[in-house]
């Protein structure tokens, strides 16, 4: 397994592989591995010939005041997994490598940035889209995997890719949980004890929802998220948002929604997390 850690050694070398026929898949992450992320290598792995893995905690996807600078970081253990996981290469560059002191181009998605997380983090979503570009255009990636843990996300993503023809195929990998069912998730080690006990009331509550939601039909989707929103806050727990959206469009669900998201994100102590449940109708 190579370790690159400059935008230039990666490209060059993936222009490389490219011209030798080879696939790349790319799995993009922040780090601080778990088995959440290797799901995503397992999912890539079989569709490519090069599986390449990128850590780098993107700066411009934080607020102001969020935790880029206490981001949870163990560069030796993500070499670790990534390699039991089958990655050839970790691209795991500085921000220097990355964005040019005067950076001054960004990707804006326009619709599906604006509701759930948009409205909290309002430059989230913009830098994600142009970090995610960049990892694109510099690992020639032409199979790309990413976790419905982030749904909105993905969404984002695979409208990215469609707007801009963009050459690459996106894989949304399903949501991994930990054994008490809660949403593994690298902002899981801020917790204390008792905040890890009162935050299984999200996927608690949701799971629940997800039940009632595959029985009731979409037409149960306000109430079910009005209960996941009282069993946040009876557990200790403060609401950012818990919203149930159509799937495709993220606007109000439908009589005819073909799938509903139920997305929640609710700080306890000084974590925010994030966590849903998707169900489809035929
Ligand atoms: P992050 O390192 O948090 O930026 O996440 C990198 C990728 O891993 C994103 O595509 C996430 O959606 C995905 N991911 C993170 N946690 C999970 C999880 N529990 N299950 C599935 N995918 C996840």
Not at 61 to 77: A, I, S, T, V, W
Not at 142 to 159: M, N, S, T
């Amino acid at each position: 397994m190579r370790i690159i850690n400059t935008a230039e050694e990666m490209q060059r070398t993936a222009l490389a592989l490219r011209a030798a026929g080879r696939k790349i898949g790319l799995v993009p992450t922040m780090g601080f591995l778990h088995a959440g992320h290797a799901s995503l290598l397992d999912v890539c792995r079989p569709e490519c010939d090069v599986l390449a893995v990128s850590i780098f905690v993107n700066p411009t996807q934080f607020g102001p005041n969020e935790d880029l600078d206490k981001y949870p970081r163990d560069f030796e253990h993500d070499c670790e997994l990534c390699e039991k996981h089958g990655a050839d290469i970790v691209f795991a560059p500085t921000p220097e490598t990355i964005y040019a002191p005067d950076h001054s181009t960004w990707v804006v998605e326009e619709v599906l940035s604006k509701p759930l997380c948009g409205r909290t983090r309002p430059i989230h979503f913009r830098g994600v889209a142009t970090v995610v570009t960049k990892l694109f255009n510099l690992t020639q990636a032409q199979v790309a995997v990413f976790g419905r843990k982030d749904a909105q996300q993905a969404l984002i993503i695979e409208r990215m890719v469609r707007d801009l023809n963009m050459p690459i195929r996106i894989i949304v990998a399903p949501l991994v949980r930990d054994e008490d069912k809660v949403a593994l998730s690298s902002r899981n080690r801020y917790l204390s004890a008792g905040e890890r006990e009162a935050a299984r009331a999200i996927s608690r509550s949701l799971l629940a929802a997800e039940n009632a939601l595959v029985v009731g039909g979409a037409a149960a989707a306000a109430g079910e998220a009005e209960k996941v929103r009282a069993a946040i806050s009876a557990a200790g727990g403060t609401v950012d948002y818990v919203e149930a959206l159509d799937a495709d469009t993220l606007s109000g669900v439908t009589a005819g929604s073909r799938r509903v998201l139920l997305a929640a994100a609710a700080w306890f102590g000084a974590t925010r997390l994030i966590d849903n449940i998707m169900v489809e109708y035929k």
